[in-house]
């Protein structure tokens, strides 16, 4: 099948580092941070120090300038990756903006994922994890890593993931019927949008419809259980002492390029260690593994659906060479577990109506994949959309 090739994403709205300074000079509005120690002495700021006065508290942004420690590390990088994209730019803006009295950057992302694990490994193991740094941030393309730092290894969820998964989740789930086809069909377009760095990762002020509170609500606790399985994943390849200063490598975390870190590689055989051992070495009951295991099963199914994309449209991807086929993977914890078959099969099946879908869709609608904005559930004044948010008229 021919595809066309991805389009550059040399596009106005990623905007650099010097076009967000002159954003920040020009709109008051951010330059009014009670937080900040030195508001008062705003003007006699360094511009660097500037660039991170809309997204970080004051002390934060010492530490940026003064990195001493893994947790340091992160903060910085979790700064840098959003002052360089405007889209998440104008997300932390606003959040610290809502929150202005006691905003931190740090504080805004959530932990409980990797501390759901960690709260119910033996304690030997929990000592060990307790003694690494780990932490959600934007990054463009893998989906959790290892960095190697000066400071020791921190652990790194991409946090586009956890949009990627709502959206994702929404589409394979059948939730009875509940959810018009049309509805699933974009939100699995929202979905890898959100992977690909297409989609504007403003979510926040524009949740690009509305779903029924049951729904949300299912949603979410399978996306709980996704994210501990993943935070899981990266501590057990720890635990597992698969990190080897001799086999890393630099992924870019930015399309530009021009941020980067340097991460451990695993072969194919820890990569089925560690999915083994995030999933034994917590102490689950059968009802916590009643959950954990669907709730894995349909993640894999999602791994394979944007595999699916990237196959199509970029061949020999970053993730398609670095870890085994997401198929493999799940048919390994089946196997694990003893899992009724027909009962997971089904979320198979559901992967395949989609992959049928996508294979489709990208022959005649690919623009929808590769245009830079937001796209919705659906039309403007319907059920699953509402009213059309319109953007600086209904949310800044
Ligand atoms: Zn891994």
New binding site residues.
Partial sequence: MVRKQKKSKKEKLLYTKEEIKKINESNSKIKIMPNCTFSSKIGELDMERRLYYPICNSKEIDRIFNVKNANDYLLKLRADTISDNMRFFRVYRNKALQNIEKWSLEESFDYSHYENFIDKIPEFEREKCLNITYGDMFSNKAEAYIVKTDFGPLIVINECLKYFLYFINLAILNFSEEVPNHVRANALRIAIRTRTGEEAMDFFMDPRGIIPKKIDNQIRNLIKYQLEFIAG?EFS?YLLNHIDDSNISQLFLNSDNNSSVIIYN?SHLQ?FE?DEKALTIPQYDCCELENMLPAVSILFVAFDLYDTYLDIVSPRSYYSQTHPKSIDRIKKIWEKFKVEKEEYDRFLEAGETLKIFLKEDLDYNYDIYDFYGSLYLDEANTEWRGKELIDRVDYY
């Fill in positions: 994943h390849h695993k990569e560690a």
